[in-house]
């Protein structure tokens, strides 16, 4: 197999290939972008492709793209309406600008990374900056290598900026951590981002960053995505390595892109998928040519597609009717786009689908326990999954979720649990298999969140992303539009294994059909 670096070179050539060929196809520019030719291009709410055009052209470099985001960081994120997004600033990140300033002009760049600065969260390991999950418990907890896609990340060039705030472990939809404390909305300031990768969801919502990196264990990258007006991507099982994220159930937990755009999420996408022989789900992959997505940005991709509109996934009461009106109006900007709306009878109910399939409560204590052990000589002095609850030092709401994992030593042991992850699931798939097949469905949609998300204080309730993770089919979330009080409001595609090509043409042609991003006032 070629080298990581060499892998990268390929998808950016094509990547930039394919979006210049699209030409006509491509969306007018959006206010503020710059094809490059020298001219200055306005850094907020840039893609990744605009910043690389004025990076080749030489009116933007990687340190001072960097040191915006520093800046804005120390406007909005510590000051002004401290957002609260970043647990850690890297330190070192100007250097890592510069640095690959002087491999640019030397070399050319690597990918659509280079020197493009992006956000971590904070359950990621990195070999340089500490990984905390958010924990005071593992607060200085320092990995001896970086997570598999960290790495990847790294081979394409990117400027790790810092590590973002998370619901502590990744155990919550809300973003409040004991290390962390509580992010903010960017949209609304009394509002949770949505979890668990609000961090680096409200640094890129409030460009902060370029780019974020999240997980999802069962809503937790296209909660936030959907709550601060983003694209979220929750790939396919195995598209893209786990190894070296703290765990929170491997059964059901995934990474993936948070960025501003579909195109960003692709350039992302492409550069983190992979092989990896540290994470057995991501074996058939080996020796197989990567997809390589930017062919699939096509502004008229929902031109003749079958979309599924999943009604029972949309609510019934009162608090649910702003977000049934935007993604009825989503749906119906769908059908004016070209695509054919199929409405599904099938009453999945996603709370009993959680409560008869969830395996956090199983696989929390031995993995967390394996996590720790892993960190070696930079392990923290809480050793263990029982000692981290004993001590106390998690916020309060962790504490019920993890006394009823404490007995959990050998979950394979337990009937329930094999159940779970066996028949259970299977059915659960091949049910949503037959979904697409039997409706020659492209993708399935619904609102990724039935009601609002939550003020702060309050636990966030009626989110839709468990399909998509129990079964590991590929989803993304994308701008809806916003309630009257301008929150924003996501819409879900769901779709077949290994379709995210499919999924990307859908999502950006929607995009491109609605232009429903923009960003918050809190942050001009």
Same mark, same amino acid.
């Given at each position: 197999?070629?080298?990581?670096?060499a892998l990268? &070179?390929v998808?950016?050539a094509?990547?930039?290939?394919?979006?210049?060929?699209?030409?006509?196809?491509?969306?007018?520019?959006?206010?503020?972008e710059?094809s490059?030719?020298?001219?200055?291009?306005?850094?907020?709410?840039?893609?990744v492709?605009? &910043?690389?055009?004025?990076?080749a052209?030489?009116?933007?470099t990687?340190?001072a793209?960097?040191?915006?985001?520093l800046?804005?960081?120390?406007?909005?994120?510590?000051?002004?309406?401290?957002?609260?997004?970043?647990?850690l600033? #890297?330190?070192r990140a100007?250097?890592?600008a510069?640095?690959?300033?002087?491999?640019?002009?030397?070399?050319?760049?690597r990918?659509?990374?280079?020197?493009i600065?992006? +956000?971590?969260?904070?359950?990621?390991?990195?070999?340089?900056?500490?990984?905390?999950? =958010?924990?005071?418990?593992?607060?200085g907890a320092q990995?001896?290598?970086?997570?598999? *896609?960290v790495g990847?990340?790294?081979?394409?060039g990117?400027v790790i900026?810092?590590?973002?705030?998370?619901?502590?472990?990744?155990?919550a939809?809300?973003?409040?951590?004991?290390?962390?404390?509580?992010? &903010? #909305?960017?949209?609304?300031l009394?509002?949770?981002?949505?979890?668990?990768?609000?961090?680096?969801a409200?640094?890129?919502?409030?460009?902060?960053?370029?780019?974020?990196?999240?997980?999802?264990?069962v809503?937790?990258?296209?909660?936030?995505?959907?709550?601060?007006?983003?694209?979220g991507?929750r790939?396919?099982?195995?598209?893209?390595?786990?190894?070296?994220?703290?765990p929170?159930?491997?059964?059901?937990?995934?990474?993936?892109?948070?960025?501003?755009t579909?195109?960003?999420?692709?350039?992302? &996408?492409?550069? *983190?998928?992979?092989?990896?022989?540290r994470?057995?789900?991501?074996?058939?992959?080996?020796g197989?040519?990567?997809?390589?997505?930017?062919?699939?940005?096509?502004?008229?991709?929902?031109? =003749?597609?079958? *979309?599924? +509109?999943?009604?029972?996934?949309f609510?019934q009461?009162?608090?649910?009717a702003?977000v049934?009106? +935007?993604?009825?109006?989503? *749906?119906?900007?769908?059908?004016?786009?070209?695509?054919?709306?199929?409405?599904?009878?099938l009453?999945?109910?996603?709370?009993?689908?959680?409560?008869?399939?969830?395996?956090?409560?199983?696989?929390s204590?031995?993995?967390?326990?394996a996590?720790?052990?892993?960190?070696?000589? =930079?392990?923290p002095a809480?050793h263990?999954?029982?000692?981290?609850?004993?001590?106390?030092?998690?916020?309060?709401?962790?504490?019920?979720g993890?006394?009823?994992?404490?007995?959990?030593?050998?979950?394979?042991?337990?009937?329930?649990?094999?159940?779970?992850?066996?028949?259970?699931?299977?059915e659960?798939?091949?049910?949503?298999?037959a979904l697409?097949?039997?409706?020659?469905l492209d993708?399935i949609?619904?609102?990724?969140?039935?009601?609002?998300v +939550?003020?702060?204080?309050?636990?966030?309730?009626?989110?839709?992303?468990?399909l998509?993770?129990?079964?590991?089919f590929?989803?993304i979330v994308?701008?809806?539009?916003?309630?009257?009080? =301008?929150?924003?409001?996501?819409?879900?595609?769901?779709g077949? #294994?290994f379709?995210?090509?499919t999924l990307f043409?859908?999502?950006y042609?929607?995009?491109?059909g609605?232009?429903?991003r923009?960003?918050?006032?809190?942050?001009?």
């Amino acid at each position: 197999m070629s080298s990581p670096c060499a892998l990268a &070179l390929v998808p950016f050539a094509c990547f930039a290939a394919a979006v210049v060929a699209l030409g006509a196809c491509s969306h007018a520019a959006p206010k503020g972008e710059s094809s490059g030719g020298g001219k200055p291009v306005q850094i907020e709410e840039a893609t990744v492709l605009q &910043l690389q055009s004025a990076l080749a052209a030489g009116s933007l470099t990687s340190r001072a793209l960097t040191q915006h985001y520093l800046d804005r960081i120390a406007r909005y994120d510590k000051a002004g309406p401290k957002l609260n997004a970043f647990i850690l600033v #890297n330190p070192r990140a100007l250097e890592e600008a510069d640095a690959l300033d002087r491999e640019r002009a030397a070399k050319g760049p690597r990918s659509p990374l280079h020197g493009i600065p992006v +956000v971590l969260k904070d359950n990621m390991n990195t070999r340089d900056l500490p990984t905390t999950g =958010g924990s005071t418990a593992f607060a200085g907890a320092q990995p001896q290598a970086d997570a598999f *896609i960290v790495g990847k990340l790294r081979d394409a060039g990117a400027v790790i900026l810092g590590k973002g705030n998370l619901h502590e472990l990744a155990r919550a939809g809300t973003t409040v951590s004991s290390l962390g404390g509580q992010t &903010l #909305n960017p949209y609304d300031l009394k509002r949770t981002p949505g979890g668990s990768s609000g961090g680096p969801a409200a640094a890129v919502a409030a460009n902060l960053s370029s780019v974020g990196l999240g997980s999802d264990t069962v809503n937790s990258i296209r909660s936030p995505a959907s709550a601060c007006d983003l694209v979220g991507l929750r790939p396919t099982r195995g598209l893209v390595s786990r190894s070296g994220i703290i765990p929170a159930a491997l059964t059901q937990d995934a990474a993936g892109p948070i960025t501003r755009t579909v195109s960003d999420a692709a350039a992302v &996408l492409e550069i *983190i998928q992979g092989y990896d022989p540290r994470d057995d789900t991501t074996e058939a992959l080996r020796g197989r040519e990567l997809p390589r997505y930017g062919v699939s940005l096509d502004k008229n991709g929902l031109r =003749g597609a079958r *979309i599924g +509109v999943l009604r029972s996934f949309f609510g019934q009461k009162p608090e649910h009717a702003e977000v049934n009106q +935007v993604v009825a109006a989503a *749906i119906a900007r769908m059908k004016e786009l070209g695509a054919e709306p199929v409405e599904l009878p099938l009453p999945l109910d996603v709370d009993k689908l959680i409560a008869s399939l969830d395996v956090q409560k199983w696989e929390s204590k031995t993995q967390i326990d394996a996590w720790l052990r892993e960190l070696g000589p =930079g392990a923290p002095a809480i050793h263990s999954f029982d000692a981290w609850v004993a001590s106390g030092k998690f916020d309060k709401s962790l504490e019920k979720g993890l006394i009823a994992a404490q007995p959990f030593d050998h979950p394979e042991q337990d009937p329930e649990y094999r159940e779970r992850i066996g028949p259970r699931k299977a059915e659960l798939v091949h049910q949503l298999q037959a979904l697409l097949d039997d409706n020659k469905l492209d993708a399935i949609v619904y609102p990724h969140q039935k009601r609002l998300v +939550v003020p702060i204080g309050e636990s966030q309730t009626d989110r839709n992303g468990f399909l998509a993770s129990m079964t590991g089919f590929p989803a993304i979330v994308v701008p809806a539009g916003f309630s009257s009080g =301008g929150v924003p409001i996501g819409v879900e595609f769901l779709g077949r #294994n290994f379709a995210e090509p499919t999924l990307f043409k859908l999502a950006y042609s929607y995009e491109q059909g609605t232009q429903n991003r923009r960003p918050p006032a809190s942050a001009p």
